[in-house]
């Protein structure tokens, strides 16, 4: 009965990630989760995983630098979405060094008076590369934190002010530093986990088509909360879905396969 109320919890999280919106943090206890290769023995020093990551996020909760706000420009939000393919490599169950690439498109939506500006990005690369560690293991709790670093640029496809298309060449930049350290623990082929999420990110957007034609987008708080379960699928194959709050409001859902 324990493990049935767990089982539908996750099924019940998965649902919600996939339905109401779904850069993760992940589980921390990651490196340790599969226990099993395809064709790398257990018993082996290193083996290597391959993955695939859909990011959805319904606001970034962002807001302008002082060059923004001194103009009154006032920001609604900003979506974001991402299809990754991720490459890991991990050391003796502990250590996870990994990098993604995928399609990742950005959406502002920011007033300036009676004025609503919606720019959208084209779908273009997003390179990112980091690494995650176990600190310890104790009975069926784990603790971990990772560091990643992202960049992305891209045209606009397209740039709307009150709903009339404009001719612009908007280019988006963006760079983002994220430390994340968190707690899991191991409960049947379930992990759920919780943790804390540090963020340093920038959106730089040039060639706007107003003055001024550079405006500069940061996170409101760098500091927020996820949570979120991963499972086994058997020995070589791992789902896992994940929700950040406070700094942003995004979901993910990831498939590994431990080879």
């Given at each position: ?18 339905f109401v919106f779904s850069a993760s943090s992940g589980s921390l206890s990651l490196p340790a989760t599969i226990e099993e290769g395809f ?90 590369i980091g690494a995650r560690m176990v600190f310890f293991e104790i009975l069926d709790f784990s603790a971990g934190a990772s560091a990643k ?30 430390i994340d350290v968190g707690l899991a623990q191991k409960i049947s082929i379930l992990r759920p986990y919780i943790g804390i999420s540090y ?61």
């Amino acid at each position: 009965m324990y493990y049935f109320f767990y089982k539908i919890f996750f099924l019940i999280f998965l649902f919600f990630n996939f339905f109401v919106f779904s850069a993760s943090s992940g589980s921390l206890s990651l490196p340790a989760t599969i226990e099993e290769g395809f064709f790398i023995p257990d018993t082996h020093w290193m083996n290597f995983r391959l993955g695939y990551q859909t990011y959805n996020a319904s606001d970034l909760v962002m807001q302008f630098e002082s060059i923004g706000k001194e103009n009154n420009f006032y920001l609604r939000k900003v979506k974001a979405n991402a299809n990754l393919a991720l490459v890991t490599i991990n050391i003796k169950d502990r250590l996870d060094v990994y990098s993604a690439v995928g399609s990742y498109s950005l959406k502002p939506e920011f007033r300036r008076g009676s004025n609503l500006y919606v720019i959208k990005s084209s779908s273009d690369l997003l390179y990112r590369i980091g690494a995650r560690m176990v600190f310890f293991e104790i009975l069926d709790f784990s603790a971990g934190a990772s560091a990643k670093y992202t960049i992305f640029s891209a045209t606009n496809d397209f740039f709307m002010i009150n709903d009339k298309p404009l001719n612009s060449d908007v280019e988006f930049y963006l760079k983002e530093w994220q430390i994340d350290v968190g707690l899991a623990q191991k409960i049947s082929i379930l992990r759920p986990y919780i943790g804390i999420s540090y963020k340093d990110t920038k959106i730089k957007m040039k060639h706007l088509a107003f003055q001024p034609d550079k405006l500069n987008l940061v996170f409101k708080k760098k500091t927020g909360v996820f949570l979120g379960v991963c499972a086994t699928l058997g020995s070589f194959v791992m789902i896992e879905a994940e929700s950040k709050f406070v700094n942003e409001r995004s979901s993910t859902l990831s498939l590994e396969a431990r080879f």
